[in-house]
């Protein structure tokens, strides 16, 4: 076989440059040269070669070489490093679920007070109507506050509550039924690909239902209240994990945002509209299941697929 037949390109010309250079061991020698090489099936194989010149007196003669396989090695280091950032991910989720506590603990009672003298103000006491006006804003402003505080010591909920075995696609079809009449899915189509008899997962189902609402509700933002949202459950392939995939059709999400969307406080949305709470919450609720969440997306819609593992008879 032609040398040139083996390497991709320009790869064999630049593979004998560097046997003759002085970069890879020195003239005549290679040593942990990476490069591609054509396998037989025209695959595009990543490869690690060390090789030597062969002479006969001055005169070159021959190679020989020894090719090491890098698929698998390539596979295990991006697997370690998603497992790394998912670590990384879950140590930040914990610190700043420890702050977001604390911090909305000490913000609830200001707020009760706010929240409740404004209302007493107003029904007791005949103000112009500027004034009620002014009132009433204080108090939608106090109840949104009120509300981020509840996403903060929900984001900080750190124990799991009411862990039973559960039927995920009746969970998610509860979430729908909650979800299918609010004005925003009207023109949306939602499809269910649900596979049948899904083994239960140890699970809350309040929270799940927070992770699906959460998800389809940014879908249904995402598309601006049109398009179709697909809904997909499966087994995985080793049978110990449930499959979720929540695929839209919107604009999907850019690239410089994509890795940032499960961190907590980041958000994309007008200031007013969103915590950049709702991904970290779902985020921290997954991992604190056993799984795991990643996102797709492309300029034609998200993907979100979320995998539970199933517990085995006698495990705790």
């Known amino acids: 076989m032609d040398i040139r037949d083996v390497y991709p390109g320009d790869g064999a010309r630049e593979i004998m440059r560097a046997l003759r250079g002085e970069d890879y061991g020195g003239p005549g020698k290679l040593k942990d040269y990476k490069v591609d090489i054509i396998h037989r099936s025209k695959e595009i194989i990543p490869i690690l070669v060390n090789a030597a010149l062969v002479f006969d007196g001055d005169r070159e003669v021959a190679s020989i070489g020894f090719f090491k396989d890098l698929r698998e090695e390539i596979r295990i280091k991006d697997e370690l490093e998603k497992a790394q950032v998912q670590i990384l991910q879950s140590e930040k989720m914990a610190s700043l679920g420890k702050l977001a506590a604390g911090v909305a603990h000490q913000l609830n009672n200001p707020l009760g007070g706010i929240t409740l003298f404004t209302k007493l103000v107003l029904e007791e006491y005949d103000l112009e109507e500027a004034a009620r006006d002014d009132l ?49 899915f009207h023109n949306i189509d939602i499809i269910r690909q649900f596979a049948p008899a899904l083994p239960p997962v140890h699970s809350d189902v309040q929270q799940l239902n927070h992770v699906f609402m959460n998800i389809i ?100």
């Open 217 to 316: 509700l940014n879908a249904a933002d995402a598309m601006e209240g049109k398009g179709t949202i697909t809904i997909t459950t499966e087994m995985s392939a080793n049978n110990n994990q449930v499959i979720i995939q929540i695929e839209d059709t919107g604009t999907g999400i850019p690239d410089d945002v994509l890795p940032h969307i499960f961190e907590p406080f980041y958000t994309t949305k007008e200031e007013g509209k969103g915590t950049g709470l709702g991904l970290s919450l779902v985020y921290g609720i997954v991992q604190n299941h056993g799984g795991n969440i990643v996102a797709n997306s492309s300029d034609t819609g998200t993907t979100f697929t979320i995998k539970l593992p199933i517990k085995k008879e006698g495990e705790d």
């Open 136 to 184: 009433s804003r204080i108090l939608r402003d106090a109840e949104r506050c009120r509300d981020t505080v509840k996403e903060l010591l929900e984001f900080a909920r750190q124990t799991q509550h009411m862990m039973r075995p559960n039927d995920i696609n009746r969970a998610i079809s509860r979430t729908l039924f909650l979800l299918e009449n609010q004005t925003i």
